[in-house]
C-alpha cells in the first residue's frame, strides 16, 4: 500500500497540471464511454457501434454535439439526463467540479491542486483562484436555474399543448444546451418553433455568449460589481489585458460574423424575410456558430458562401477557459494584431495601452497555424476516405474542431478513418491546441519558463 | 525640361527598388494591355473585352497562363509570338532584361539601378549583382535554345505528320514554356500526347525545376563550378544558406507532393497504369502544379483529394527571384521549420549549421498568414459571386496566386467580379506577398532597417 502511495507522488511530482488535465479529460472520456454503453441508459432496439459510442463519448465530453447515432433511437429518458449531466462535466470542466466538490465535502485543496486550477482557469496569479472557481460555477448555475424556470414559465404560457411538467423538461435542456454551449438536438427540431420569437431568441444568445467568453471574464465582472457597490473601497477598478482582449474580440467577431452572415444572405434566404428576421437570424447564427451549435433551420437553406462563414466562425470558437473550443477568440485576434502591426511598421504589437508579450505573439502564431495545418490535413484525409462535397467536409471538420456541433448531415454516414479523424478534432478542439503541445513539455522544461510577466495574455 | 528633370530625381531619391519594382511591372501590364488591344495582333473575328484582355495581359505578365478568352480564336499568329516573347518578360522580370539591354547597349549602370537589382534578384551584397544578372541570363537562353532544338529534332523524328518548320515552333514553344514555366496552352492538348515518353517528361520536369528553383541557386551553382574546375583558387566552396534552403524545400515538397499524388490516385486514376507510368506521372504533376501549369491529362480525371493537394502544392508555388509564384518555398519551409522548433521546446530555429534571423521568421510568419487570407477572402468573395463547386474555385485561387495556370475550367465563365479578383491574386502571387507590403513603407523607413545580418534567408 506504502509503495503504490510512492509511486503516485513520484508520478504526481514529474507530471505538469497541463498533463494532469489532458488526463483528466481522457479519463472522463472514458468513463462517459463505459457508462454510455449500459444497457440501463439504451433502448433495446437501439444500434450503436462501440465507435459511434466512444464519438458519442467524446462529442458529450468535448460539449460538441455531432451524433454518427439518433440519440432519441439509441438512448432512453435515462441516457439522456445522463448526457445533460454530462454536458456539465464537459462545459465547466473537469477542474472546476472537482474543486467545487472537494470544498462541498471539506476537502483541503493543496498547492498542487491549486496550481492546477491556476492553469486551468488561465490566471497569472495562484492567490483566489479556488475562490474564482466557486463564484463562477455559482454564477453558471445560477443563470441555468435562473433560465431554465424562465424559459419553462415562457414555453408553458406560449404553447397551448404542452403540460408544466413538459414546459419544465424543455426549459431546463434550452437553459442548460444555451449555458453549457452543448447544442446537442434531442427534439429533431432544435430551435425552430422560435424563430420569430425575438426577445427569447435575444435571452438564449447572451446565454451562449456568457458560456462562451470565458470563465475569468465573469469573474473579474463579478469582481467589479462588488468593487462598484462597495463604497468603502477606494481607487480604480482594473480590469486585465486579458478581460479587455476577451470581450473586444468576442464582440468584434459576433459583429463582424452577423454583418457577413446578413450581406451573403441578403438575396438568399433573407431576400423575402422582414429586416428585423434578418438582423435577428443574422445575430443568432455569428453567436451559435461560434461554439454553441442550435440552430433556426435546416441549414442547407443557406448559400455557399454562408456555409464558408459558418465554417470560419466554428473554427475561430470561443474563449480559452470557457465552455468553447476552436482555435479561440484571442488567439486569432493576437495575430490579427499581430499582421496589422507589421502592416504598419510597428515593431510592437501593443493595444489598450499595454504591450503584448513576445511570448503570447509566438504562441499565437503556432497555435493559429497548427490548428490550420491540422484542420487541413484533416479535410485533405475526409476528402480522401468520403464520398462528399468539399463544402460539408470543411464544415464538418470546422464544427468538431470548434465544438461547435452543427453538420451539413454527414456525420452519420462518415467511414471509420473519418469518424476517428472527427474524434480527434473534437478533443484537441476542446482541450485547445496549445494544451495538446505542452503535453509534451516536461515539468522540468515548463518550470523553466515559469516566471510569466504580470500581464501575460491566454493564449488557446 | 530642366524642372521636369529635377522632378524626376526627386521622385527617384523618394522611391524604394522594391517600389520601383512593383510600378515596373504595372507599367508593363499596361503595355502589354495596349498591344494585346492593336488588331494587327488579334484575329478579325475573335472577340475580347476590355477587362478579357487585361485579364490576359496580368496572366501574362505574371506567367500565370489562365485565360478568359481561347487564345487561339482571339489571337493570331503574331499575337502568338508576341506572347512568347512576353512570357521571357514576365518570366526572368524586369529588372533582368532592362539590365541585360543596359549590358547590350554599353550603357552606364548606376548606383541606385544596382541597388535595385540587388532587391530583385535577393542578394545580400552589391556587388557582383549584374555580373549574376548577365550570367542568370545567359544560362536562361541557352538552356531555351538549346532544348528547343533537341526538342524540335525529338519531335521531327518521331512525329510523322510534323514538317521541320512545325517541329522547330513546337519544340521552342515547349522548351520556352517549360524554363519561363509559362503554361499557356497554345495547341490545346498541353503535354497529352507525349504522356507516355518519359525521357521527353524528365527532361520538362527538370527545365520546369530550373526555372522554379531562383535565380540565385542558378548564379551560385555556376560560381561553384567555376571555384571546381579552376586548379588556381584554394579553400572550400561555402553555399549561402539561402541557396542551401531553396534547394532543400524545392526537394522536399517536389518528392513529397509525388508521393502524396502517387497515393491518393492508387486507387483512382493511376489503378490500370502500370508502376512506371504512375511514378513519372505524380513527379510531372508535382512539379508542374508548383508553378508550370503544363498538364498531360484531363484534370478532372483526377479525384478530389488530389485536386486539394494540387492546390496546396500551387499556393506553396516556387522559390523567390524566380519565374514562379506563389507563397514561396523558402518562405513555408521557414514556417514549418519554426513550428517544429517550437514544438520540440527549442528557441531557436536551427538548419544547416545556422541560425534563421527572428527578422526573417517573423517576415515568413507574416506573408504566409496574410496570403492564406488573401486567398481565403478569395474563395469567399467567388463563393458569393460564381455558381461553381467549392474545389474548382479554390483550385482557381491557388492556381492564380502561384501563377500556376491551371484550371478546372471555369475561367472563361467567371463574373466580373471573379475576374478581378483574379486579376489582384495573379499580380500579387507573381511580386510576391512581402513586396506588396514594402510598397506600403516609406524608403527612410526601410533604410532604418537595411543593416542585414550576413546570413539573411530570402522570404517572400
Ligand atoms: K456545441
Ligand atoms: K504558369
Wanted: proline fraction near 3%; hydrophobic fraction near 50%; glycine fraction near 8%.
Amino acid at each position: 500500500m506504502k509503495s503504490i502511495s510512492r509511486a503516485w507522488l513520484k508520478v504526481r511530482e514529474n507530471t505538469t497540471p497541463i498533463q494532469l488535465i489532458v488526463c483528466a479529460y481522457f479519463g472522463l472520456i472514458i468513463i462517459t464511454f463505459a457508462l454510455l454503453s449500459l444497457p440501463f441508459f439504451r433502448n433495446p432496439a437501439g444500434v450503436s457501434s462501440p465507435l459511434d459510442t466512444f464519438f458519442m463519448a467524446v462529442s458529450t465530453v468535448s460539449v460538441t454535439g455531432l451524433t454518427t447515432v439518433p440519440i432519441n433511437e439509441v438512448y432512453n429518458n435515462y441516457g439522456v439526463v445522463l448526457l445533460e449531466i454530462l454536458f456539465q462535466v464537459g462545459g465547466l470542466g473537469v477542474t472546476m467540479l472537482a474543486t467545487v466538490g472537494m470544498i462541498f465535502t471539506r476537502r483541503r485543496i493543496s498547492l498542487h491542486q491549486r496550481q492546477l486550477i491556476q492553469v486551468d482557469m488561465n490566471q497569472p496569479r495562484l492567490s483566489g483562484t479556488v475562490r474564482l472557481v466557486y463564484s463562477v460555477f455559482g454564477l453558471m448555475m445560477a443563470l441555468q436555474l435562473f433560465f431554465g424556470i424562465i424559459f419553462a414559465g415562457y414555453f408553458y404560457l406560449k404553447s397551448d399543448f404542452l403540460n408544466f411538467k413538459e414546459a419544465l423538461f424543455e426549459g431546463f435542456y434550452t437553459s442548460i444546451t444555451a449555458v453549457t454551449n452543448a447544442g446537442f438536438d434531442i427534439t429533431g427540431s432544435s430551435l425552430h418553433p422560435y424563430r420569430h420569437d425575438y426577445l427569447f431568441l435575444f435571452f438564449v444568445i447572451v446565454l451562449i455568449i456568457v458560456g462562451g467568453i470565458g470563465f475569468p471574464v465573469l469573474a473579474e465582472l463579478r469582481e467589479w460589481f462588488l468593487f462598484r457597490f462597495n463604497t468603502k473601497k477606494s481607487g480604480r477598478f482594473q480590469f486585465s489585458l486579458f478581460v479587455k482582449l476577451a470581450v473586444f474580440f468576442a464582440a468584434l467577431f459576433f459583429v463582424l460574423g452577423a454583418v457577413l452572415i446578413f450581406l451573403a444572405e441578403l438575396q438568399g434566404k433573407f431576400a423575402s424575410q422582414p429586416l428585423s428576421e434578418k438582423v435577428m437570424t443574422a445575430l443568432f447564427y455569428s453567436a451559435s456558430t461560434r461554439n454553441a451549435g442550435l440552430q433556426l433551420d435546416a441549414l442547407t437553406d443557406f448559400r455557399p458562401v454562408t456555409l464558408l462563414l459558418f465554417s470560419l466562425l466554428m473554427f475561430i470558437g470561443a474563449s480559452p477557459s470557457s465552455v468553447g473550443g476552436g482555435v479561440r477568440t484571442t488567439t486569432i485576434g493576437i495575430l490579427l494584431l499581430y499582421l496589422y502591426s507589421f502592416i504598419r511598421g510597428r515593431k510592437d504589437v501593443n493595444i489598450f495601452g499595454r504591450r503584448i508579450g513576445h511570448d503570447d505573439i509566438q504562441k499565437a502564431v503556432v497555435v493559429v497555424n497548427l490548428s490550420l495545418l491540422l484542420c487541413g490535413l484533416a479535410v485533405l484525409l475526409l476528402a480522401a476516405t468520403e464520398k462528399q462535397s468539399l463544402t460539408a467536409l470543411i464544415f464538418e471538420v470546422a464544427s468538431a474542431f470548434g465544438t461547435t456541433g452543427l453538420s451539413l448531415g454527414i456525420t452519420g454516414s462518415l467511414s471509420v478513418v473519418g469518424k476517428i479523424v472527427i474524434i480527434v478534432l473534437m478533443f484537441i478542439g476542446r482541450v485547445g491546441m496549445l494544451y495538446m503541445l505542452m503535453l509534451f513539455i516536461s515539468k522540468k522544461e515548463q518550470e523553466a519558463n515559469y516566471m510569466y510577466p504580470v500581464e501575460q495574455v491566454i493564449i488557446g
